[in-house]
Nanobody, 120 residues
Framework: QVQLVESGGGLVQPGGSLRLSCAASGTFFSVGAMAWYRQAPGKQRELVATIRPGGYINYLEAVKGRFTISRENAKNTVYLQMNSLKPEDTAVYYC??????????????WGQGTQVTVSS
């Protein structure tokens, strides 16, 4: 069974920084693309950043230059470094990972979500 465990959310003032982590554990063949989504109250969940095994990265336009996604393959972990945070970044942040359970058999998994609140 695969589990994604997130950590690192919290309350921060505008202009501050937070670092989110998401670690995959369990029995599987490999980890594919890893991503962060967020969902603000009353809004749809949106894709914030993606990182693929080969290093390809893309970001939501609104976070470019402020957020950095990275991964540590040996630990099956993805990070999201968030700098210059704004009140509009307030949301529940979810990690999403494609897990190759067996060669050629890939399933998507979600983390439990972590609250990020940007407020003075």
């Amino acid at each position: 069974q695969v589990q994604l465990v997130e950590s690192g959310g919290g309350l921060v003032q505008p202009g501050g920084s937070l670092r989110l982590s998401c670690a995959a554990s369990g029995t599987f063949f490999s980890v594919g693309a890893m991503a962060w989504y967020r969902q603000a109250p009353g809004k749809q969940r949106e894709l914030v950043a993606t990182i693929r095994p080969g290093g390809y990265i893309n970001y939501l336009e609104a976070v470019k230059g402020r957020f950095t996604i990275s991964r540590e393959n040996a630990k099956n972990t993805v990070y999201l470094q968030m700098n210059s945070l704004k009140p509009e970044d307030t949301a529940v942040y979810y990690c999403y990972t494609g897990i190759e359970l067996q060669p050629g058999r890939i399933s998507g998994y979600w983390g439990q979500g972590t609250q990020v609140t940007v407020s003075s």
